[in-house]
């Protein structure tokens, strides 16, 4: 039996695996909220095991091992900073929650910035969803076949079709229940992956794997603190992450946070290890995918695997969280229907599956994105200030603009003050974000300024 076919059971058999063990939502809270047939929310637990593995996108992990070949361990540490988004956001939500009494991210912008404010946020969240689904799907695509070949394809629309249909059974209950087998499978099988590699390299591996790579800008720093810096808004326009902030009790939720940053962090750094290995073999290209050529069919499966439980666990996350969104923070209170909610789910299967035909850059995903968002910084940070709408209009505003200014290869080259890849990416959010903050507090000090005169 080929590779091939051994993947091609390992896609199939664990689709169906999950369609058959997960239950069939049986009311609004089991499908939007993952409560269980007893009404009982997740707990610690559960709750740590499906952020960790939800954020431990197929994605994220190639892009750790690719940054690992190209920069060393300085890259798989500067893409694992994303990670701390988790402690970001878990105390942002806590307080979102016990101090201002709000239910969801939803319920505080409309309170504070009103319906506008809840729109373009929206449409955020919506573009986040949406290249969740290709940016991950393409990754299980390239262990099938070359970009743009018909195994190519194939794999990936049989991956999205298996995954949506058990999606659309339960839920975000069932994205929960999967996301703890997933999260136990992605820890063994990284812990035979490394099992594998360390010996290669002989006495004092692990050394050698941190003393990898140079600790310049050039060297992959630029990325380290352009991450650094949006992880302050980043995690706010990731609905997989902050639905997940409001379905258990605010200390559960807190705690399941804190861990998720430290054992997310870890994961990816541990993974980068992959990308290490192919720098010191000579390799080129993908480096997870290189790397499991070179070490025979078990480790290549088991690479394989690896990206299908993550791929498979972000993407019913994205498709539960867009569902909730359209249905349930859009839509009206009093006409929600789980068959609304499946609806959704295959609008955006159809929706994010079709870039894929374009063949777009992985990471893009991640830094065009995280670039846009920067605005949310202040409105977040600063929840607590009376800011005006006009405060969150210019805010997001700018920091759409500036990602739109890197998106398009357009941003100033004369603001850039490093060398290296990434240079553009940090410059850009360093004078974006200091330009958010600005356009944040002016409306504030004219709202003040006005109230002193009355």
């Known amino acids: 039996m080929d590779t091939i076919t051994l993947q091609w059971l390992l896609v199939l058999g664990s689709g169906v695996l999950f369609f058959f063990i997960t239950p069939v939502a049986k009311n609004i809270s089991e499908f939007f909220s993952a409560s269980d047939s007893e009404g009982k929310k997740p707990n610690v637990l559960m709750l740590t095991a499906s952020l960790v593995i939800s954020w431990i996108f197929a994605k994220s992990i190639t892009n750790a091992a690719n940054l690992g070949l190209t920069f060393g361990i300085v890259g798989g540490i500067s893409y694992a900073v994303y990670y701390l988004s988790f402690v970001v956001a878990g105390v942002v939500i806590y307080q979102l929650r016990t101090q201002g009494g709000f239910s969801s991210i939803h319920h505080f912008l409309q309170t504070r910035f009103g319906r506008s404010a809840v729109i373009i946020f929206s449409i955020l969240i919506g573009f986040r969803l949406f290249n969740e689904v290709w940016s991950n799907t393409m990754v299980i695509g390239s262990y099938f076949g070359e970009s743009g070949s018909s195994p190519y394809y194939l794999s990936i629309l049989v991956f999205t079709g298996l995954t949506l249909a058990y999606t659309l059974k339960g839920g975000l209950r069932s994205s929960l229940l999967t996301d703890a087998i997933q999260m136990v499978l992605f820890g063994v099988l990284l812990f035979i992956i490394l099992g594998v590699i360390l010996p290669k390299e002989g006495d004092g591996a692990m050394g050698k794997f941190l003393a990898s790579g140079n600790w310049t800008m050039a060297g992959g720093l ?233």
């Open 222 to 454: 630029n990325l380290f603190f352009a991450a650094l810096i949006q992880i302050f808004s980043y995690p706010f326009h990731d609905s997989v992450m902050t639905d997940r902030g409001f379905i258990s009790d605010p200390k559960t939720t807190l705690r399941s946070f804190l861990w998720a940053a430290v054992i997310g962090f870890f994961c990816l750094v541990a993974f980068s290890f992959v990308g290490i290995f192919a720098q010191f073999q000579g390799l080129k290209g993908q480096a997870a995918v290189e790397v499991g050529k070179i070490l025979g069919v078990m480790t290549m499966l088991a690479m394989n695997f690896i990206m299908v439980t993550s791929a498979a666990s972000t993407l019913d996350s994205a498709f539960s969280s867009f569902s909730k969104l359209m249905v349930i923070d859009l839509g009206n209170k009093n006409l929600v229907s789980i068959q609304k909610g499946r609806i959704m789910m295959v609008v955006l299967t159809i929706v994010g599956t079709l870039p894929i035909f374009a063949n777009p850059e992985i990471l893009t995903a991640t830094t065009i994105s995280g670039t846009m968002v920067m605005g949310l910084a202040p409105v977040f940070i600063f929840w607590k200030k009376n800011a005006p709408s006009l405060s969150f209009h210019l805010s997001v505003g700018c920091g759409i603009f500036i990602g739109i200014l890197v998106a398009t290869g357009t941003f100033p080259q004369s603001l850039v003050f490093t060398e290296g890849k990434y240079a553009t990416l940090l410059a850009s959010n360093i004078w974006g974000s200091i330009l958010c903050f600005i356009l944040f507090f002016i409306p504030m000090i004219f709202q003040n300024g006005k109230k002193e005169n009355y």
